[in-house]
């Protein structure tokens, strides 16, 4: 019997997909639309959730 490799919790990087930019774009602006929303009821996660757009934004520059 030969081994087999399981690929169970393996990833693949986002910036190996074709559609890699426009995901990002979409992904940017989610959250900056909910880190508008929150940012005045609950400073702390409007904050979080500017912290994942900047992140983003950085991939996105990366790419372009």
């Known amino acids: 019997m030969e ?3 399981c690929r169970v ?5 986002i910036t190996q997909s074709s559609d890699a930019i426009s995901f990002l774009e979409y992904q940017y602006a ?3 639309e909910k880190a508008l ?3 005045n009821s609950d ?5 979080f959730f500017e912290g994942k ?4 934004k950085k ?4 790419l372009l």
């Open 3 to 5: 081994n087999q490799y």
């Open 9 to 13: 919790g393996s990833t693949t990087p």
């Open 30 to 32: 989610v959250f900056m």
């Open 37 to 39: 929303q929150i940012k």
């Open 43 to 47: 400073a702390k996660l409007g904050e």
């Open 53 to 56: 757009a900047s992140k983003i």
């Open 59 to 62: 991939m996105l520059e990366g």
